[in-house]
């Protein structure tokens, strides 16, 4: 119901040029089976800049999907939104680790770097061509019927989340290592009175 109503409260904006233009200029419509870079690493960027600015990644995707379904940004560009919405996410785990003992600081850390490496290995994905779509959304358009936007966004989002963690598993040990080097446990001197 909520998404309805924002959905239909965004309908407006298409009638605002200035809005519009943010859209347009980060267009990801893939090019001969290819998404064009800059498009795709402007969207992201504009995911990662609304979930700084609201603080909420779930949010942020909420409001992907509401103009989704809208007909004002197509799957290409809601995707790459919400991959910067992923990565906007972890803004907050890094705030709140400020204060924090050195693992509290390792363990935001370790969220940053899974969430930046996840979308950097399935960014890769969508420079892989089958039948003229990105082999990511081919898998996207297969999990639900043709047209349903708001139903692909939210697949996409899910099928990231699935994929990067099954890409990243192996590499939990290496995560940790780098995690430690970045914000090392440092030995207290022990005080005696």
């Known amino acids: 119901f909520g998404m309805q109503i924002m959905s239909n409260d ?3 904006l298409s009638d605002n040029p200035s809005f519009m233009a943010v859209f347009q200029t980060f267009q990801c419509m893939p090019e001969n089976g290819h998404i064009p870079f800059f498009s795709l690493i402007g969207a992201i960027g504009i995911g990662l800049v609304a979930t700084l600015i609201i603080q909420s990644s779930s949010a942020c995707s909420g409001i992907v999907v509401a103009l989704g379904a809208s007909g004002l940004i ?6 790459a939104i919400v991959f910067g919405s992923n990565i906007g996410s972890t803004v907050t785990a ?3 680790a400020i204060p924090a003992n050195r693992v509290a ?3 935001a850390m370790a969220h940053t770097l ?11 994905s969508l420079y892989i061509p089958v039948s003229g779509d990105p082999i990511f959304f081919k898998i996207v358009k297969m999990s639900c019927k043709a047209g349903d936007v708001p ?3 939210a697949n996409a ?7 990067a963690t099954l890409i ?8 940790a290592r780098i995690c430690e080097k970045i914000v090392p446990v440092r030995e207290e001197k022990v005080k005696y009175q």
């Open 10 to 12: 965004l309908k407006s």
């Open 74 to 79: 197509d799957i290409y560009t809601a995707t």
């Open 94 to 96: 890094q705030i709140a």
């Open 105 to 107: 600081k390792q363990a």
């Open 114 to 124: 899974f969430n930046v490496v996840g979308v950097c290995a399935v960014v890769a």
């Open 151 to 153: 139903r692909e966004i």
């Open 157 to 163: 989002h899910t099928i990231f989340n699935v994929c």
């Open 168 to 175: 990243l598993i192996p590499f939990i040990p290496l995560l």
